[in-house]
């Protein structure tokens, strides 16, 4: 692909890019035409774009899918005053609190994930909370104590966060524990978003939130081309690219929050047997056919590290991948090889 004759490029915040090329004929009718919409939300930025040729339906679904999100964000963000996931952290320890379907569907995927991994993907890593600082509200560039790292690491165990279906609770067991849907929570909401989407009759679309992407149909005559950003080069850079038809997308990375401190760099997946930030991946990127799977597995599989990520993923049906190992090593799955298109090897640096 030459990145000059690139028309169009959206770039996500953390890792994704898609390229329009110009030599993408247009679509067969004249009265199609691509509608894009953002939204901030979950500390992401939300763009909705379709082909369509009534716009004023595409503007209403848009605006379902901002309000659909919102609502859930209100369910599961640690940030949102009397959140079904803070009143969950609050009674650690204590009691079982009522949850929503949704909710309980979460913490299922999370589980899932964090036993595919072992453990390494999960959500009760924040216990963590407030040692490590790297969100833009407070991030101050400080290793935290080690010996505050260890006192916490007791507290974290997906196994202790018990879900009953039956009664439409979840409970953490222990005072100290705390959940956090950031591995998940956006890709839930993906995949809603893809649901109402579609149920407003729209085929062609593309969902991008965060790190986060589902391309329905698609753009022109021929699918969404994805590129994956090239994790130590400028934040435009692709180093490969997919085409890509009703399937999602997910990277992590450790190149957006983050600092380098006497040479090393620290960034925000941290692993939960350690309490340190993962140091064996640069980036890496699932493909699937569920949002909320990709998202949980691009973090878990990133702190895994390159072989035993690779080998997970070989393992598990219906799902592809892309690593870039901390020594800059690229490696693609077996679904993937001959269908990921090479634009240059990644950047190596620190």
Not at 60 to 84: H, I, K, N
Request: glycine residues 10%; aromatic residues 8%; proline residues 5%.
């Amino acid at each position: 692909m030459n990145m000059s004759t690139s028309l169009v490029r959206l770039f996500a915040a953390a890792g994704l890019l898609l390229t329009i090329s110009c030599t993408q004929t247009v679509p067969a009718s004249s009265r199609d035409r691509l509608v894009s919409r953002s939204n901030a939300a979950m500390g992401s930025e939300l763009e909705l774009t379709a082909r369509t040729t009534d716009e004023p339906a595409a503007e209403s679904a848009f605006e379902a899918v901002f309000q659909e999100v919102d609502r859930l964000e209100g369910l599961m963000s640690t940030w949102r005053e009397g959140s079904e996931i803070q009143r969950l952290n609050a009674a650690a320890g204590l009691h079982p609190v009522p949850v929503g379907t949704e909710l309980r569907d979460v913490l299922g995927m999370a589980r899932q994930v964090s036993e595919w991994t072992g453990g390494k993907f999960d959500v009760t890593f924040a216990a963590l909370s407030g040692l490590w600082k790297f969100d833009y509200q407070d991030q101050d560039n400080t290793i935290p104590d080690r010996n505050d790292v260890l006192r916490r690491l007791p507290f974290i165990n997906y196994r202790d966060l018990e879900v009953d279906e039956r009664v439409g609770t979840a409970f953490l067991r222990r005072q100290g524990m705390r959940a956090n849907l950031g591995g998940v929570g956006k890709g839930y909401a993906v995949d809603r978003a893809s649901d109402i989407l579609r149920r407003r009759g729209f085929h062609d679309f593309m969902i991008q939130f965060g790190g986060d992407m589902y391309v329905a149909g698609h753009r022109g005559d021929r699918p969404w081309r994805l590129g994956i950003r090239d994790p130590r080069g400028p934040a435009d850079r692709s180093f490969a690219a997919l085409d890509l038809s009703d399937s999602t997308f997910s990277t992590s990375g450790d190149y957006e929050r983050f600092f380098i401190k006497n040479g090393r760099r620290y960034h925000h997946i941290l692993d939960p047997d350690t309490g340190e930030p993962a140091g064996r991946c640069r980036s890496v990127t699932i493909v699937t056919d569920r949002a909320v799977m990709a998202d949980g597995l691009s973090t878990g599989v990133f702190i895994l590290g390159p072989e035993a990520g690779m080998a997970l993923i070989e393992r598990l049906p219906g799902v592809e991948g892309v690593i870039v190992s901390s020594k800059n090593e690229v490696l693609v799955s077996s679904g993937l090889k001959g269908r990921l298109i090479a634009i240059a090897p990644p950047t190596d640096a620190p």
